[in-house]
């Protein structure tokens, strides 16, 4: 039996890049996805539906607003349920991008400044 052999100190593994078709790579994590779309529908839409809704069935202010609540409610608990059950990649995943994103934003502050 050969003990394993080291690998040169210049080759370092590097994690495999994070990529939406690698997390989310079953029918149920599939699922779970299209459930955390919904929620962000719903946590950012939450005010226009409420309100859509409470004109269309004839709701006062009050209840238009606890209607608003509902609905903002329900998109997160569809949010951290389905981020449960995609785990910590889909966290991971979601940090990167939005480091991207601020990473060109500051570089197009430092280019106009020049």
């Known amino acids: 039996m050969e003990p394993p052999q080291d690998r040169p100190k210049d080759q370092t593994l590097e994690p495999p890049p994070r990529t939406l078709k690698s997390v989310v790579n079953t029918p149920f994590k599939k699922a779970m996805f299209v459930v955390q779309i919904i929620s962000y529908v719903l946590i950012v839409g939450s005010p226009f539906i409420g309100g859509a809704i409470g ?31 995609l785990g910590k ?5 979601i940090r990167d991008k939005i480091k991207i994103w601020f990473k060109k934003k500051r570089g197009r502050k430092s280019d106009q400044v020049n």
């Not at 990649?89 to 995943?93: A, C, I, P, T």
């Open 55 to 85: 004109g269309i069935l004839g709701l006062k202010a009050a209840k238009i607003g606890g209607l608003v609540f509902g609905i903002f409610l329900a998109g997160e608990v569809l949010f951290y349920g389905s981020l449960a059950f």
């Open 89 to 93: 990649e889909v966290v991971l995943l």
